[in-house]
């Protein structure tokens, strides 16, 4: 779907349907995304867009979907959990992740997972940065903890 607009009848009907017992398949399951929307089930599968992308790229076929550009919600940052306590390791963390965003590294990353084919077999989840993305890499400090 190109639009999170409303959904005909049929989608509706579709997605509500999903939230029952599907739903936990849909959640864990990979295989599901395509089962889902490829049959006919549901006309949209909605997932964080960065898991969407890496279900998109591992389709047998990535051309038959598209991800909308339109957000449902508002974007949510990704954490990562350290030790309890343990201020020289979170210390240490943040400076290099602060160095990566400043020296431009983790622009280059990004494009370098995300926008670009990756070993093994060359798969391209085609997902350049959005403006909100755009902003966060551009004044890391204004979203430290």
Same mark, same amino acid.
């Given at each position: 779907?190109?639009?999170?607009?409303?959904?005909?009848?049929?989608a509706a009907?579709?997605?509500?349907?999903?939230?029952?017992?599907?739903f936990a398949?849909?959640?864990?399951?990979?295989?599901?995304?395509?089962?889902? @929307?490829?049959?006919?089930?549901?006309?949209?599968? @909605?997932?964080?867009?960065?898991?969407?992308?890496?279900?998109?790229?591992?389709?047998?076929?990535?051309?038959?979907?598209?991800?909308?550009?339109?957000?449902?919600?508002?974007?949510?940052?990704?954490?990562?959990?350290?030790?309890?306590?343990?201020?020289?390791?979170?210390?240490?963390?943040?400076?290099?992740?602060?160095?990566?965003?400043?020296?431009?590294?983790?622009?280059?990353?990004?494009?370098?997972?995300?926008t670009q084919?990756?070993?093994?077999?060359?798969?391209?989840?085609?997902?350049?940065?959005?403006?909100?993305?755009?902003?966060?890499?551009?004044?890391?400090?204004?979203?430290?903890?």
């Amino acid at each position: 779907m190109a639009s999170t607009a409303p959904m005909s009848p049929r989608a509706a009907r579709t997605a509500r349907g999903i939230a029952g017992s599907d739903f936990a398949d849909v959640l864990l399951r990979a295989s599901a995304f395509s089962r889902v @929307v490829a049959t006919g089930r549901a006309s949209a599968f @909605v997932m964080d867009e960065i898991l969407l992308a890496g279900l998109v790229a591992s389709a047998p076929d990535p051309n038959e979907y598209s991800i909308s550009r339109e957000a449902l919600s508002q974007p949510e940052p990704y954490g990562i959990v350290m030790p309890p306590g343990d201020r020289l390791f979170k210390d240490a963390f943040n400076r290099e992740m602060l160095q990566l965003f400043e020296n431009g590294d983790m622009v280059r990353l990004y494009d370098r997972w995300f926008t670009q084919p990756m070993p093994p077999d060359g798969r391209n989840m085609k997902l350049p940065l959005s403006d909100d993305m755009k902003a966060v890499f551009a004044a890391p400090r204004l979203f430290e903890h």
